[in-house]
């Protein structure tokens, strides 16, 4: 069988180990489900939310007004109830009794802790706020134009860098968490699939029938694939659970607006290749490791996360040469390069750069991985050090 035509079919094989048609379709169903049960829930308690009930003294300080759909009921009583309005308090007949001593102060009386205190203090503020308004005796007219914001209009230069839309901010922020979430899920199987192996011995007879290189070529490719499916499950079944919250009335929205497709194709040419990045060294690791439960090893997998703080810091500043530098780093690339896209104006030949330098570390790692995994798999009781396979990269 041919070198590629073997590689294809290990990965065939690892993929189809893993990859179940009814857990794919579980998934969905689950999404479905939840968003069923969180927004239906909800709707059903609050159709079934019961009135608050107080007793206001002092309401001619501080006439209150409350919206037409607002939970509080309230009623006006005399100071001279005080004492037994106090006494239905505690017996639960009332939820609360609010007393406004004057137009500065206010008691809120409740046998447990209110829920529902901030709708009462903002009603309270309001009537002040209003109050105060009118003591300074301002002409309505004056006082709407004083609050008025000034008009502030940002023009851009007919020549300068177009803002990205609102959706692309988003794809990006989205995109950098799916391929994490991709990374995590391939990593997870690779840790299980190759160190499994190697504690089995299985892998030390199937590398005699094939070589080191197709084997973990199949590997990468196929617990990538499966990853890949799985993170576009998961994606959907997220859409899924909008889509569901929306009927629901939730207020989310899924923004949809492009103005730079380009921007969106870079997004994902990145988040491809470090997906694939991470992969491919983590297969690498996984085949030095003699046992994951007690391996130091297991710490590495933090290492994704360190190119994402860096792109945080694109938010302050994107143009300066730190990030800069970073756009053009492998590691830190496709986490970097994709928030200066939408922050600023990025130099037509830097995306492609950057692409070239993924692709060809990619390949650096995917070739000197044969070796490594090779001598790794055949080790046993003592972990190589990195500065081994440093060495056994350099002699691949």
Same mark, same amino acid.
């Given at each position: ?66 919206? @037409? ?30 007393? !406004? ?123 990538? @694939? ?27 929205? !899924? ?142």
């Amino acid at each position: 069988m041919k070198s590629r035509s073997m590689v294809f079919e290990i990965a065939r094989w690892e993929f189809q180990r893993w990859f179940k048609w009814k857990d794919q379709l579980l998934t969905l169903a689950i999404s479905l489900v939840l968003a069923l049960a969180i927004w239906g829930g909800m709707a059903l308690l609050s159709s079934d939310r019961a009135p608050v009930r107080i007793a206001v003294i002092g309401q001619e300080l501080l006439p209150l007004k409350f919206p @037409a759909n607002s939970r509080i009921a309230w009623q006006s009583a005399e100071p001279q109830n005080e004492a037994r309005l106090r006494e239905s308090v505690g017996r639960g007949e009332i939820d609360g009794l609010l007393v !406004i001593k004057s137009v500065d102060e206010a008691e809120l009386l409740v046998y447990k802790e209110p829920f529902w205190k901030g709708e009462i203090a903002e009603r309270l503020t309001e009537a002040r706020t209003q109050l105060k308004i009118q003591e300074l005796q301002f002409p309505p007219a004056q006082l709407a134009d004083a609050l008025r914001p000034i008009t502030f209009v940002v023009t851009l230069h007919e020549g300068g860098h177009k803002p990205a839309s609102t959706a692309e901010k988003v794809a990006a922020g989205v995109i950098i968490g799916i391929m994490l979430f991709g990374v995590f899920t391939g990593v997870a199987y690779q840790f299980v699939a190759i160190t499994g192996e190697k504690q089995m011995r299985v892998t030390e007879m199937i590398v005699s029938a094939v070589s080191p290189q197709q084997w973990i070529d199949g590997k990468i490719l196929g617990v990538s @694939a499966y990853a890949l499916a799985f993170t576009f499950t998961t994606t959907l079944s997220i859409v899924l659970f909008v889509l569901v919250s929306q009927a629901f009335g939730s207020g989310w929205m !899924i923004p949809v607006e492009i103005t730079n497709p380009s921007i969106i194709l870079y997004l994902l040419l990145l988040a491809l290749g470090g997906f694939l990045l991470w992969n491919t060294i983590f297969a690498t690791v996984s085949a030095t490791i003699n046992d994951p439960n007690t391996s130091a090893r297991g710490s590495l997998l933090l290492a994704p996360f360190v190119p994402v703080v860096f792109a945080l810091f694109a938010f302050k500043n994107p143009d300066s040469i730190g990030m800069q530098i970073f756009s053009f780093i492998p590691f830190t690339s496709p986490a970097v390069l994709p928030a200066r896209l939408v922050l600023t104006e990025v130099a037509w030949w830097q995306a492609p750069l950057a692409l070239l330098l993924l692709a060809l570390s990619i390949w650096f790692f995917r070739t000197s991985s044969g070796k490594i995994f090779r001598l790794g798999m055949l080790m046993h009781g003592k972990e190589p050090s990195f500065k081994e396979m440093l060495r056994w990269a350099r002699e691949a």
